[in-house]
Structures are given as structure tokens and as C-alpha cells.
């Protein structure tokens, strides 16, 4: 199922996807994905959008055609916007080692991100006061639908609800990257702040079941910055192109090790490491600024895109 999930008169609504650019609501997901995923009611979800077609959704039923509504337009919302956990996969790509001249680690990178961090696609991405080196990096999300506690790879596929395009804004300088530092400043190498203050969590709306996605490792993943000033305002600049074949640790690694000692519970989101290109690295270092676009984008699933506003601008709205 392509599910996408929108803000309706009545609170939060998900829909399944036609193949038209359209959507049918689907009253098995009241609440929300979150919720749902949380409920157990995937298979009512499954059983719901069997009944509108025998087709996934996509070719619909007369009867459900009629209930169908232009997807432009709809206020989106993050596909999961209250996961109970945000377990991050930091240097999980070789070509982003490589860009860095670091070796292969040991064991899989963690660290967390909050609720607070999340926005939808087309809210804006706040640039906190005392950075100046604000960072994207386009990550596969994977959404957990079943427990997984101490479980082996061989079974940790079983756990996995969905996939969602999600971008972990980083502030370089805080993050303590030499290449994001002035003459003589030093980072307080603090991850939480720099990757956890508000905002940093874009998220799109759109939720694609696992049994969609036949090789979540062979996924196109790409982003952009949109200059919101100079020569090339308005246009995508290219940052990352990569593929999740990339991944050093592949998804049922990652729930394996995580879930010895964390125990992962539906409706959380495993982020699961970015491909090289990110602009920290580049010649020169290339940082989101305010009046900027960033766009990320997975194949198969979808894209989220936000522009970029000053702590100053935040705070007056």
C-alpha cells in the first residue's frame, strides 16, 4: 500500500494512493498512522483498501472512485508525526566514510532525535541562533510495526511496518566538523543539539507498506539545495545521490543490534544513514541558509521539502 497522510477539517486523515494522483480516505486509520501502527490495525488497513479494488488501491471501485479526492492541495502531515522513539543510524554509507577519510566502525552509530524535531513537507526548517552551518542528509525511515526486543537478524524483517523519506538536519559547527569552524573555534561536539533541536526531522507524508518495496537495499536516495538568493535562486542544485545498496549495516543488522538492548515497539522510526554529498564535506563547504529550499527524495516512496527560516523569523510568526 502507498498510504499519505493530510490535515482534514477533522483532524488528521490517512488515504490510500491512486495512481492518479488522488486519494481515498480510509476510516480503518483514524487517528493517524501513528495510532494505527501502535492499535495493531495494519491488516484492517490491508482488508480496508482490498475492499476498494483488487489492485492495492490504485485501480478503484466505481464506489470508491466517487470518494476520491485531488491529492494537490491537501495540507500535508508527517506519515508518523508522534513515533514513541527516533533511533538514528549515524556513518552507515562507505561512500560518506570515504568523504570523511574515516575507517569502517566497529559497530552501528546511534543516537536519538524527539518529537520536537518533527516537521511536515513544506514547514519550515529553523536555523537555531549560534549556528551557522546547517546541514542535510536524505535517510530511508523505517517503521516498526511489531516489538522487536533481542531479536535475531534472520527474523528482524518481520518487524518492519513501512519505509518514509525523512532528512536529518545536522549544524555542523555544534556537531564539532572541522570544516564547519572558523580559525580557533572549537564544537562542543554535542549530537543532541545539533541534530535534535526543533526542526531538525523533516518527514513526508507518505507511508509505503514493506510488501511494496521489494529491496528497501536498492533504493535511489537524492537531495537538493534550492538557493533562495544569488545567480542561482529558484534552481535544484545537487547535493546526494546515492543508493541504500550503500548501507554498510543493512536494515535487519540494524534492528538486531539496537534491539538487544533497546526495545523497538510499533510506531517507532529507525533513520537509517545517509550517502555522501552532504555539504559539510564539499570544497568548498556548502550550508543551507535562510531563504533556501532542501528537497529530499527516495525512489518509490516519495520526497519531503522545506524551506529554511532564521531563529529571528521563527519566533515573529
Not at 492495492?56 to 464506489?63: S, V
Not at 547535493?239 to 554498510?248: E, I, R, V
Not at 564539499?282 to 541558509?289: G, I
Request: some cysteine; overall charge negative.
Amino acid at each position: 500500500m502507498r498510504l499519505t497522510t493530510w490535515l482534514a477539517d477533522d483532524g488528521p486523515a490517512v488515504g490510500v494512493l491512486t495512481s492518479d494522483d488522488r486519494v481515498v480516505r480510509l476510516a480503518s486509520a483514524e487517528g493517524g498512522l501513528d495510532l494505527a501502527l501502535v492499535d495493531g490495525r495494519l491488516d484492517d488497513l490491508r482488508a480496508e483498501v482490498a475492499g476498494l479494488s483488487g489492485h492495492g488501491g490504485r485501480e478503484l471501485t466505481a464506489r470508491a472512485a466517487a470518494r476520491a479526492i485531488p491529492l494537490a492541495g491537501l495540507q500535508p502531515l508527517p506519515a508518523l508525526e508522534y513515533p514513541g522513539k527516533i533511533v538514528c543510524v549515524g556513518l552507515n554509507y562507505r561512500d560518506h566514510l570515504e568523504e570523511q577519510h574515516l575507517e569502517m566502525p566497529d559497530r552501528p552509530l546511534l543516537f536519538a532525535k524527539f518529537s520536537n524535531t518533527i516537521v511536515a513537507d513544506g514547514e519550515p526548517i529553523v536555523r537555531p541562533q549560534g549556528t551557522r552551518a546547517l546541514d542535510l542528509e536524505v535517510e530511508l525511515g523505517v517503521a516498526i510495526g511489531r516489538t522487536a526486543r533481542r531479536i535475531d537478524a534472520a527474523d528482524a524483517m518481520a518487524c518492519v511496518a513501512g519505509y518514509l523519506v525523512v532528512n536529518d538536519i545536522s549544524a555542523r559547527d555544534w556537531q564539532g566538523s572541522r570544516a564547519a569552524l572558523a580559525p580557533g573555534e572549537r564544537g562542543d561536539g554535542q549530537w543532541l543539539r545539533a541534530k535534535g533541536s526543533d526542526t531538525f526531522f523533516p518527514i513526508g507524508p507518505v507511508f509505503v507498506t514493506a510488501d511494496e518495496i521489494a529491496d528497501p537495499h536498492a533504493l535511489r536516495l537524492r537531495s537538493w539545495r534550492i538557493p533562495g538568493a544569488g545567480p542561482a535562486a529558484g534552481s535544484r542544485q545537487p547535493m546526494q545521490d546515492g543508493s541504500t545498496a550503500g548501507m554498510l549495516w543493512r536494515i535487519p543488522e540494524l534492528i538486531a543490534f539496537v534491539s538487544r538492548q533497546i526495545t523497538l515497539e510499533p510506531g517507532d522510526i529507525l533513520s537509517t544513514g545517509t550517502p555522501a554529498g552532504v555539504g559539510v564535506f564539499r570544497d568548498p563547504p556548502v550550508f543551507l541558509e535562510p531563504g533556501d529550499r532542501v528537497r529530499c527524495e527516495i525512489e518509490g516512496i516519495g520526497s519531503v521539502e522545506n524551506p529554511i527560516v532564521d531563529w529571528t523569523a521563527a519566533d515573529a510568526t
